[in-house]
């Protein structure tokens, strides 16, 4: 079974509209971190966001927000209004403590592409 | 304050053929990842060191590549020879100390193409 599951491979939305990013993960430990990141065209990984395993508090930042739900292991991403230089692939990523050793890797999803179109 | 550099930006070679990738983390930072991204998937980590010591190297086919930090801060991994499938990017990160949670930073990839 996956850890990170993102099902939306591809979304295209208009210009302005909102859309949200579902990411659903596995974990049998209580304390982890799960990550948002964005890949634009040009390839490098950004980093959006950080979330912990105690701390539910949807977060906000311009138009982004996060939805964190650990009832249904879900960690959704929304923008809002969304802008034509919003179009690149998003990765959810989860940091669990290993059984073993000290490795502190992320699993990441298989990523939604979403296309705004003008 | 500079991020994660990573050269060359793109290589293509033909199959057993030899390749090597350069990564310069973020400066301070003790933990170095080199990941493996396929297309249309999420990277996968090959291998993480510890100032120059490797903490996982656990999903790095090994009769085939190798990576070393021999001083502690840049990087740098071989794949010889090369297959046809290990065309993809080559993704570089770092993180401050490597603990639990901490975010890492990714740099800008080699895309590998393999003829």
């Known amino acids: 079974a996956q850890k990170v599951t993102q099902a939306q491979t591809e979304i295209s939305v208009v210009e302005k509209e909102d859309v949200t990013l579902d990411c659903v993960y596995e974990t049998r430990d209580t304390t982890y971190y799960l990550f948002w990141y964005k890949q634009p065209p040009s390839g490098e990984l950004v980093f959006l966001i950080r979330r912990n395993s105690f701390d539910e508090q949807n977060e906000i930042s311009g138009r982004y927000s996060w939805n964190f739900q650990k009832s249904t292991s879900s960690f959704n991403f929304t923008i809002t209004a969304s802008q034509v230089v919003d179009s690149a692939v998003y990765f959810c990523?989860?940091?669990?403590?290993?059984?073993?050793?000290?490795?502190?890797?992320?699993?990441f999803g298989s990523g939604t592409q979403l296309t705004v179109l003008p | 304050e500079a991020g994660v550099a990573q050269s060359p930006r793109y290589k293509i070679i033909e199959k057993r053929q030899s390749v090597a990738f350069w990564c310069n983390p973020i400066?301070?930072?003790?933990?170095l990842y080199w990941y493996q991204q396929i297309l249309g998937q999420g990277p996968k980590l090959l291998i993480q060191f510890q100032n120059n010591g490797v903490v996982d190297d656990s999903q790095l086919p090994k009769d085939r590549f190798s990576a070393e930090r021999l001083k502690g801060v840049d990087s740098t991994l071989k794949i010889q020879p090369a297959k046809l499938e290990d065309s993809a990017v080559y993704l570089c990160?770092?993180?401050?100390?490597?603990?639990?949670?901490?975010?890492?930073?990714f740099g800008p990839g080699t895309r590998l193409l393999v003829l």
């Open positions: 400066s301070g930072h003790a933990t």
């Open positions: 990523a989860l940091s669990e403590a290993e059984a073993s050793g000290s490795a502190r890797q992320l699993t």
């Open positions: 990160a770092s993180s401050l100390e490597g603990g639990l949670g901490e975010t890492q930073y």
